[in-house]
T-cell receptor
């Protein structure tokens, strides 16, 4: 079975631009979470979606938005990019979305560099 | 805040010794705990899950959970250089929505040949 897939793998943008990152969860997983990971830090939670509804949002500005589609894939959008947005963006899927004790499965991430 | 705390390290351990990684959490409602290993520049990969008090062993890895004291640990026996990585503790969800505060910042483990 295919794991979590993310695209693109690498991306270079300039300040002020917009970016869209994509994620396809493991088949059967209905929950998708997005994380930002800066070098040397643990993953910082951005969003979780379950059954196309936002279930949680981390401490990120409104420039960050996301959505989940009927097939459970997801997009993360970031507007007005700043140098500080340079990071590895991780997508994770899991069956959980309620009181479910299943681990998350991560994609390989998208490395975003802002020039 | 339902935080997860880990010592960021680096934790340096000689090859062949036991590496002990610790994690404390504040949310008493947490029921499930996961350890992930992350190599530099790669994504986290699940290595252990634990749901009940006590020890759970899987090969060279042992996870220990003490809900009364609110800590979970990971022991790596016969440490190998390939174990050098950052280890992330995840407390899982305790219900009531995703607060996202499930991951610790990770412990950087270095196994010295």
């Amino acid at each position: 079975d295919a794991g979590v897939t993310q695209s693109p793998t690498h991306l270079i943008k300039t300040r002020g631009q917009h970016v869209t990152l994509r994620c396809s969860p493991i088949s059967g997983h209905k929950s998708v979470s997005w994380y930002q990971q800066v070098l040397g830090q643990g993953p910082q939670f951005i969003f979780q979606y379950y059954e196309k509804e936002e279930r949680g949002r981390g401490n990120f500005p409104d420039r960050f938005s996301a959505r989940q589609f009927p097939n459970y894939s997801s997009e993360l959008n970031v507007n007005a990019l700043l140098l500080g947005d340079s990071a590895l963006y991780l997508c994770a899927s899991s069956p959980r979305g309620g009181v479910s004790n299943q681990p998350q499965h991560f994609g390989d991430g998208t490395r975003l560099s802002i020039l | 805040q339902k935080e997860v705390e880990q010592n960021s390290g680096p934790l340096s351990v000689p090859e062949g010794a036991i590496a002990s990684l610790n994690c404390t959490y504040s949310d008493r409602g947490s029921q499930s705990f996961f350890w992930y290993r992350q190599y530099s520049g790669k994504s986290p990969e699940l290595i252990m899950s634990i749901y009940s008090n006590g020890d759970k062993e899987d090969g060279r890895f042992t996870a220990q959970l003490n809900k009364a004291s609110q800590y979970v640990s990971l022991l790596i026996r016969d440490s190998q250089p390939s174990d050098s990585a950052t280890y992330l503790c995840d407390r899982g969800e305790s219900g009531g929505g995703a607060d996202g505060l499930t991951f610790g910042k990770g412990t950087h483990l270095i196994i010295q040949p």
